[in-house]
């Protein structure tokens, strides 16, 4: 059965306290975490259909880790050896159908992990992504406007923290991507919009709607 699993997302959800707010959500004591499985993934600059079981289609601009060794109970102090490669990714989020799931206490799936719903950017070795200051800066644009704005200081729980959180409960093997959260300024698409994804200020991640 594992091998006919080729990789699974893990989110995160909730892990910058200005986007908590902006959706009226309460900050979270511990990580939120859902799901998304490998035919979510949106590879090589693909476009994105619009999904016609939305209205409200958002970007959620997230900084992602590919895992690079199998393990699970993972130390903090050790997770910087599970993730080699950084990239930038989009949880596309049918918003009204999210909202929808919340009000019934419904798990997400269906506003979160639909086909081609996780855009996945070219990874680039992490020492390439960091500044000097040991932060990742991020960002996207839509239709070349800057509409998000992150860095990683801003998380509520860290990269390594994170790995250590999830692999207690989903041991993490080689190929899996974390979605590491949103910052602030998630928003709507239409089709005909271009979003493209930024670490400082190389772009490594491009996405048409249609
Ligand atoms: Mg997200």
């Keep these: 059965l594992l091998n006919a699993i080729t990789m699974k997302i893990i989110c995160v959800g909730r892990n910058y306290a200005a986007h908590a707010k902006e959706l009226n959500n309460p900050i979270p004591s511990q990580p939120i975490l859902f799901l998304k499985p490998d035919t979510a993934q949106l590879l090589d600059n693909s476009p994105l259909y619009y999904p016609n079981f939305t209205k409200e289609l958002h970007y959620?601009?997230?900084?992602?880790?590919?895992?690079?060794?199998?393990?699970?109970?993972?130390?903090?102090?050790?997770?910087?050896?599970?993730?080699?490669?950084?990239?930038?990714?989009?949880d596309?989020?049918?918003?009204?159908v999210q909202r929808?799931?919340?009000?019934?206490?419904?798990?997400?799936?269906?506003?979160?992990?639909?086909?081609?719903?996780?855009?996945?950017?070219?990874?680039?070795?992490?020492?390439?992504?960091?500044?000097?200051?040991?932060?990742?800066?991020?960002?996207?644009?839509?239709?070349?406007?800057?509409?998000?704005?992150?860095?990683?200081?801003?998380?509520?729980?860290?990269?390594?923290?994170?790995?250590?959180?999830?692999?207690?409960?989903?041991?993490?093997?080689?190929?899996?991507?974390?979605?590491?959260?949103?910052?602030?300024?998630?928003?709507p698409v239409d089709c005909g919009d271009q979003l493209e994804g930024f670490i400082g200020n190389q772009s490594l991640l491009k996405c048409a709607i249609k």
């Design 100 to 187: 929808r799931c919340k009000e019934k206490g419904h798990p997400w799936e269906i506003a979160k992990a639909w086909n081609h719903s996780a855009a996945i950017g070219q990874f680039i070795p992490k020492e390439t992504a960091f500044d000097p200051s040991g932060q990742l800066q991020f960002s996207l644009k839509k239709n070349h406007k800057l509409v998000q704005e992150g860095n990683s200081k801003n998380m509520l729980t860290s990269f390594d923290a994170l790995i250590s959180y999830i692999s207690q409960y989903f041991m993490l093997l080689r190929g899996d991507i974390i979605f590491t959260g949103t910052p602030k300024g998630v928003g």
């Design 60 to 90: 959620e601009v997230e900084v992602l880790l590919k895992i690079c060794k199998n393990g699970k109970f993972i130390q903090p102090k050790f997770a910087p050896e599970y993730y080699r490669e950084v990239s930038v990714g989009i």
């Design 92 to 96: 596309f989020t049918a918003r009204d």
